[in-house]
């Protein structure tokens, strides 16, 4: 199937997105515009302790309007590559840095309009090391066994999807899947 860009247009450049529409000409040679939200790669950290906790961060998301249970993530920044990201987020978010990083899954968060890709990490080896947050987020931290996390899920308390697709990328690693 070929999808012709006949025009591209930005519509809005922000701080975190811009938004563009494209007129694109489909496979049966009719014309569409497609509303299209590019946004930089982000990280996503599943952050392990000795004792089998995954710190997870409890924080206010305006477009949700509550308070959201999540796994530390963050915005790639430019020429900064995702290994660099994760561990930069988990120092800003959860004040820890990590011994060791793997990366364990990547994905596009919403590809029906938007250009955003994620790169899950698992982070173990966890010690003390903050950076200061961001002037923007406002963090509680929560450390939760993984059954307990798993509980969560079935729940619906855990409503954040990259958090979801990571814990189910982490438990096959846990299961030893």
């Not at 938004?19 to 599943?46: C, F, M, T, W």
């Not at 430019?78 to 987020?89: D, I, K, L, Y």
């Amino acid at each position: 199937m070929v999808f012709d860009l006949l025009q591209s247009e930005t519509l809005y450049r922000g701080r975190v997105f811009n938004l563009k529409q494209d007129l694109v000409r489909l496979p049966n040679g009719r014309s569409y515009r497609l509303d299209i939200i590019e946004h930089n790669p982000a990280v996503a950290i599943v952050p392990v302790d000795e004792q089998g906790q995954i710190w997870f961060v409890r924080q206010y998301r305006h477009a949700a309007g509550k308070l959201l249970l999540e796994i530390p993530a963050g915005i790639v920044e430019t020429g900064e590559t995702p290994e660099a990201c994760a561990r930069r987020e988990i120092r800003e978010e959860i004040g820890m840095s990590a011994r060791e990083i793997k990366q364990i899954g990547e994905f596009f968060l919403a590809p029906g309009y938007s250009t955003e890709y994620m790169y899950i990490y698992l982070a173990t080896g966890l010690q003390p090391d903050p950076l200061p947050v961001d002037e923007d987020e406002f963090l509680s931290l929560e450390k939760i066994p993984l059954s307990q996390a798993e509980e969560f899920i079935r729940s619906g308390d855990i409503q954040d999807a990259k958090t979801l697709v990571a814990l189910f990328l982490a438990r096959s690693l846990f299961s030893g899947g």
